[in-house]
């Protein structure tokens, strides 16, 4: 179990395809009028919002296969994807907040719901994370975490709800971007990136997972006891 | 009421000790708010003496190690350690000398025990390499570098044991010592004691197992009602 | 050992211990920048009110915060701890320093960190040359420092330390938190931030003495 399977690897190298693939045609895509250069942003921050939000629903189904079946390997899901969760929500705030500066002319946007949304959904997983630290017990971390991927599953929605509800009542935004349509190609570059970064988070998902396996069957540390032998005590003296 | 081991005044005449007391407590009185704890203790302990003080729980042993190692003054009455008065700047003078080591090893949990080691042998003065030496004497050099917090509760206190064969001291106090300690930790305790006492200082153990403590100490005394009786 | 050797070892413990248990930087940090988004949350979006107020929300969230860094469990030494210390011979008042220069490390990173968080955030208004406020900024950091490790050690070993703390010596850090926000006030109305600086360098100082002449007697109280 030293190198991961042919299977991992074709995975890894598909990913590593799929996402030069989806760069290029980014890259080439036409932009709109109103956005200028600035629109190729989005073809990173929809995918990793996108992620974020499907990495977070991966780990409330861990979660809750592993309080059902309590197989390690559904804790290893749901911790590996609240992981890459975080990273591409990091990703998704970045990159919103850059076109944001650019375009609506403020970096943050109190008045947009999935913004807030988002960044407190960023510290929830955060949180979760800090949890499962606190023991290096893995079933111990696995009880705790689990019942907390699911609360936040959970709570979510609702924190979306509530702050929409919030920003229909402080309307305040003026400027947005046009209604107008993507044009074909644009749409395409966007769906490419989509399906690109979606098989990279699968892949870094399955290499999580295998790294995390290996680290739960190599023990670094000793037995308990182990390490610990008869003492010396005619070096002790007396005096 | 005085307590001294038979012959003591004889040896000390004859020069065979060092004139100081290590130990005097005289008429030591120590209230926990309405509840007296220690009722009027006398006891002196002199060098190369090893004295066990028995008692059921809650008796006051504990309280009354804390006062012997001078971290709690007592409320009447006179406690001298190495003719150091407790509750004077005098005392803090004379806590190097003292090594005290109870069920609750004073280990830092996130630490390895060597990084402890190392942390208490830098605030003594002392050269890391004693940290080394120490844990190789209690047979945990191999062990030495797991964080605290992962080691079982024997292994964290033949740690603790280290620290006192490390620091040396001279007036060594321990707190139920034996309890709970695997043949070989026990051992390492008596090696200790034995050292100390080699060294002319001395040992005051305290524990509810008056039968156990009487294989490692010279006398055993009782502490009850808040006063100690032979 | 040398006096400034002992606080380099109290220092060091402190901040070994953090970087293995990750208090401050995984859990009280997130939990700062949580409660700096919650308060435009909670006054509606009226920005240009959040950009007005951002800087002193900021400070009142490190003022807050600083007390639980100060408190961190991960640093909490147990009674046997404290006393195996002081029979090592270590000095109270190098004890007492070495700590709070750890604690000053784990504030300022902690300011460092929510500073950005609440620039983009909020949006403020920054007078010219606001750079130089993070001068009194960063002595008040060290200020809280002061006040929290202070009050770690009065309520050591107690119970309800994490919260009666705070409650004992926030209303004693008052300076610091009036001074740090005020200096950028005072750029933006061109006052100049000399005279909060003095305040802050004067309350450090204060703290500084108030320190060496209580850490023995500090410590023996909580043996």
Redesign the interface.
């Known amino acids: 179990m030293s190198k991961p399977t042919p299977w991992l690897r074709a995975l890894q190298v598909f990913a590593s395809v799929a996402v030069a693939v989806g760069l290029v045609m980014a890259l080439r895509a036409p932009v709109d009028a109103f956005q200028g250069e600035y629109a190729r942003i989005m073809h990173v921050h929809v995918p990793t919002s996108w992620l974020a939000f499907l990495a977070f629903g991966i780990t409330a189904l861990g979660s809750l296969l592993w309080r059902v079946r309590r197989n390690r390997r559904w804790d290893r899901l749901a911790a590996a994807s609240a992981e890459l969760g975080v990273v591409f929500t990091a990703m998704s705030l970045i990159t919103g907040s850059l076109w944001g500066g650019a375009v609506w002319g403020t970096y943050w946007d109190w008045a947009d719901p999935r913004m807030s949304t988002t960044a407190l959904m960023f510290f929830v997983y955060l949180g979760y994370l800090a949890l499962r630290r606190t023991t290096d017990d893995a079933e111990a971390a696995a009880s705790r975490s689990s019942l907390l991927g699911i609360i936040a599953v959970v709570q979510v929605p609702l924190v979306y709800f509530s702050v929409n509800l919030f920003r229909s009542l402080h309307q305040t935004q003026s400027i947005r971007p046009g209604g107008a349509t993507m044009p074909t190609e644009m749409l395409v570059a966007m769906l490419v990136n989509l399906a690109a970064l979606t098989v990279l988070y699968v892949a870094l998902l399955a290499t999580r997972m295998w790294v995390m396996r290996r680290e739960e069957a190599v023990t670094i540390e000793p037995a308990a006891g182990a390490g610990v032998v008869p003492p010396r005590l005619e070096e002790v003296g007396d005096g | 009421m005085q307590l001294r081991p038979p012959g003591w005044e004889t040896r000390r005449e004859a020069g065979k000790l060092p004139s100081m007391t290590i130990v005097s407590l005289r008429n030591v009185q120590l209230r926990f708010g309405p509840v007296p704890v220690l009722t009027g203790v006398d006891l002196d302990v002199g060098p190369g003496e090893r004295v066990g003080i028995a008692g059921p729980n809650g008796a006051g042993k504990s309280t009354l190690l ?1 006062v012997i ?1 001078t ?2 003054p007592p409320s009447s009455g006179e406690a001298r350690v190495f003719d150091a008065e407790v509750g004077t700047p005098q005392a ?1 003078e004379v ?2 000398l ?3 080591s ?1 069920h ?5 949990d ?2 390895s025990l060597r ?1 402890n080691l190392y ?2 042998a ?4 002392l050269d890391i390499a004693e940290a080394d ?1 120490a844990l ?5 050099e ?2 030495a570098d ?2 605290a917090r ?3 509760n ?2 964290r206190r ?1 740690a603790d044991l280290a ?1 006192l ?1 490390m ?1 040396r001291p001279r007036l060594l106090l321990l707190d139920e010592a034996h309890a709970g300690l695997d043949a ?2 026990t ?2 305790v008596e ?2 004691s ?2 100390t006492v ?3 200082g001395a040992v005051v153990m305290v524990s509810h197992d008056r039968q156990t403590m009487g294989e490692h100490v010279d006398r055993v005394l009782t502490l009850r009602e808040g006063t100690v009786v032979p | 050992m040398s006096f400034a050797r002992q606080v380099a070892e109290f220092c060091r413990r402190d901040l070994l211990t953090e970087r293995r248990a990750g208090e401050v930087l995984t859990i009280v940090t997130p939990f700062g920048a949580v409660a700096l988004m919650s308060f435009p949350l909670a006054f509606g979006i009226d920005s240009a009110l959040v950009s007005r107020v951002g800087p002193a929300l900021f400070w009142v969230v490190v003022f807050l915060f600083t007390m639980q860094i100060a408190l961190r469990h991960s640093a909490a030494e147990r009674p046997h701890q404290r006393a195996v210390i002081a029979l090592l011979g270590a000095d109270p008042f190098a004890r007492l320093l070495g700590r709070t220069a750890a604690a000053a490390v784990l504030i300022l990173a902690f300011m460092a960190i929510l500073f950005p968080a609440m620039l983009l955030f909020y949006s403020p208004d920054l007078p010219e040359g606001w750079p130089l406020a993070l001068v009194p900024g960063a002595l008040a950091g060290i200020g809280l420092a002061q006040v929290g490790t202070l009050a770690a050690e009065v309520t050591a070993g107690l119970r309800t330390r994490t919260t009666l703390a705070p409650l004992i010596v926030a209303p004693l850090a008052v300076p610091l938190l009036i001074a740090g926000s005020q200096a950028l006030e005072s750029l933006a109305s061109d006052g100049g931030i000399l005279p909060w600086t003095v305040l802050v360098v004067a309350t450090d100082l204060a703290l500084a003495v108030i320190g060496a002449a209580i850490a023995r007697p500090l410590e023996e109280a909580s043996l």
């Open positions: 804390s190692a971290l709690r803090y806590r190097r003292i090594g005290w109870g609750d090893p004073a280990l830092f996130e630490l990084e942390h208490f830098r605030l003594a003065g030496k190789h004497q209690v047979g945990l191999a062990a797991r964080r992962v080691c079982s024997g292994m033949r620290r064969l620091t070989d930790a051992a390492i090696a200790l034995r050292r080699a060294d002319g």
